[in-house]
């Protein structure tokens, strides 16, 4: 309980300090669902809205079909060597300290079952970490302990700061919701590349959103990249996950995917710039491919 007393009034600094840079017009947005969020005693990953979700889960799923298996058996061994290997027993144990066959098998077993998990998992790297192209190039950056989101090609910028519990009916979350409902929302295109700078200004923080199967540590001074293309339309929640300080629990995240024509409108309300506004030097993705 100190701990909020503490966390509470600087909390109310953070929001204060957010109003200046905040997004404003994310109540303009149509009403969306909450996709993806925890929930309660729940233990599985949640719902996979991307393809590269769903490779996780297939990875996660694969291993413990996996592991169980080979838990059962050491489980059994371990068994069978307290109930029939014990000094009343078996009085007099076997003196012999080598096995050339069962040393062979227990090392090319093992390597045929890691051989077999690389199959699947060097693929489902390669998916997550070589980007394509991108339709939105978005920089996000770690704080602590809030969120910073810069369009880059449009010059639209804002923080993201997560919302009391008092404040959730305001921005239309249910109460739920608190711990993960944020101020403003990172709005993104459905069925689009969207590809993330993540860093961060000063400790090491890491931005994911469990739907998308995406994770990513923002490392100050380096600029890590992470993409993903949402599925369907409704509200993502993710929290920081690497362990940044005193607020660590209190900077999750919001990601609001939309249709294409309510992205473009939501970024004009930002009062962001076009390729064809002399200022930007590269052309605008989202509105050419489709
Ligand atoms: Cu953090």
């Not at 769903?54 to 799923?61: H, N, P, Q």
């Not at 993502?236 to 690497?242: L, R, V």
Request: proline letters at 7%.
């Amino acid at each position: 309980m100190r701990l909020f007393k503490v966390i509470t009034p600087m909390t109310a600094a953070f929001v204060s300090v957010a109003a200046a840079t905040k997004a404003v017009a994310d109540d303009l947005l149509p009403q969306l669902p909450v996709l993806g969020a925890p929930v309660p005693d729940a233990t599985a990953l949640q719902t996979p809205f991307t393809a590269l979700a769903r490779e996780v889960r297939f990875l996660d799923d694969l291993l413990l079909w996996i592991i169980v298996p080979i838990t059962i058996f050491v489980t059994a061994l371990l068994i069978w060597v307290i109930v029939f290997h014990n000094r009343r027993a078996n009085p007099e144990p076997a003196r012999f300290t080598h096995n050339t066959p069962i040393e062979i098998a227990w090392t090319v077993v093992p390597a045929l079952i890691l051989l077999f998990i690389a199959l699947f998992t060097f693929p489902a790297l390669r998916h997550q970490q070589i980007m394509p192209e991108a339709d939105v190039t978005i920089k996000v950056t770690g704080f602590q302990w809030y969120w910073g989101y810069e369009y880059v090609d449009h010059g639209v910028e804002f923080s993201q700061f997560m919302l009391e519990r008092d404040e959730l009916a305001d921005y239309g979350y249910t109460d739920d919701l608190y711990l993960l409902a944020t101020d403003t929302a990172m709005v993104v295109p459905v069925n689009k590349n969207i590809v993330l700078q993540v860093t961060a200004a000063d400790v090491i923080h890491s931005w994911t959103i469990p739907a998308f199967g995406v994770k990513q540590d923002g490392v100050p001074g380096r600029l890590a990249e992470l993409w993903f293309n949402a599925e369907e339309e409704g509200i993502y929640f993710g929290q920081c996950s690497e362990l940044c300080g005193i607020a660590h629990a209190y900077m999750p995240i919001t990601v609001k995917v939309v249709s294409e024509e309510e992205y473009l409108a939501w970024l004009e309300r930002q009062g962001a710039q076009f390729a064809d506004a002399p200022q930007a030097e590269q052309p605008v993705q989202v509105a050419s491919s489709n």
